[in-house]
């Protein structure tokens, strides 16, 4: 027996769908970048790595791997600043499950982190030790 079908989410369909979620995209962007040093300071070392990827990686495949670990600490510092967002909009009490979803997303963003040189550097190694 199948599941029965949900009713579609009210909204916009289509392009205009598309269009709404780029303004969304652009808008959580733009917070992230205003209130967020964190972030601010991640996309700058991603700007910065970003080329560098182009010239370490020998294959297509190295390069958008090197990317994709950039792109990862991006997604992994939005999210949680997305939950420290709606933690502190729920209470400014301290409440040990508030402090364990902040801590937990903290932690998520620092094995973002230590994929970086963990990444780069067996990426590097390829490269220049083996032979």
């Not at 989410?9 to 205003?34: C, E, I, M, N």
């Not at 958008?64 to 729920?90: F, G, K, Q």
Request: negative net charge; aromatic residues 6%.
């Amino acid at each position: 027996m199948s599941e029965p079908s949900r009713p579609m989410k009210p909204g916009h369909q289509g392009l205009k769908h598309v269009s709404h979620a780029f303004v969304y995209t652009v808008r959580g962007l733009d917070a992230a970048w205003r209130n967020e040093s964190a972030f601010r300071q991640e996309c700058v070392l991603a700007l910065l790595l970003l080329p560098c990827a182009f010239l370490l990686g020998e294959s297509l495949a190295q390069t958008a791997l090197l990317v994709a670990v950039l792109v990862l600490v991006l997604i992994t510092e939005l999210l949680n600043s997305a939950i420290e967002a709606v933690v502190d909009r729920i209470s400014t009490e301290h409440s040990e499950l508030s402090g364990q979803a902040k801590d937990m997303g903290s932690a998520a963003v620092a094995l973002s982190l230590l994929l970086v040189p963990l990444t780069w550097g067996l990426v590097a190694a390829q490269r220049f030790l083996a032979g």
